[in-house]
């Protein structure tokens, strides 16, 4: 599985952005997990959200519930992260994350996901 984010950017705090992180590759995307993950300087890589393959279930960090929301498009082999209410803490480099199966279970820690998408920049003005 191959991953590519994009959609970061620079936006004054309260702003809004949408990553995206398509697939591809030969496994079927329906069968996949998905997560967003984030880095900021000399800070560890943290949980953001995750999807479950079917997308019936989600979880997210408590420092983003209620301002980001995780999709996906099973058609167009794409997960989507929608932030809202940005706020400079929310920095970092956002990395989409992919395991396979999972069923309905969300997964929050790195070590089970086995693929990892190069990152995108987001970066939060005061």
């Known amino acids: 599985v191959q991953l590519q984010a994009s959609g970061g950017g620079l936006v004054q705090a309260g702003g809004s952005l949408r990553l995206s992180c398509a697939a591809a590759g030969r496994t079927t995307f329906s069968r996949i997990a998905l997560a967003w993950f984030r880095q900021a300087p000399g800070k560890e890589r943290d949980f953001v959200a995750a999807?479950?393959?079917?997308?019936?279930?989600?979880d997210y960090a408590d420092s983003v519930k209620g301002r980001f929301t995780i999709s996906r498009d099973n058609a167009e082999k794409t997960v989507y992260l929608q932030m809202n209410s940005l706020k400079p803490e929310d920095t970092a480099v956002y990395y989409c994350?992919?395991?396979?199966?999972?069923?309905?279970?969300?997964?929050?820690?790195?070590?089970?996901?086995?693929?990892w998408g190069q990152g995108t920049q987001v970066t939060v003005s005061s």
């Open positions: 999807i479950t393959e079917s997308g019936g279930s989600t």
């Open positions: 994350a992919a395991r396979l199966g999972g069923g309905s279970y969300t997964y929050a820690q790195i070590k089970y996901y086995r693929y």
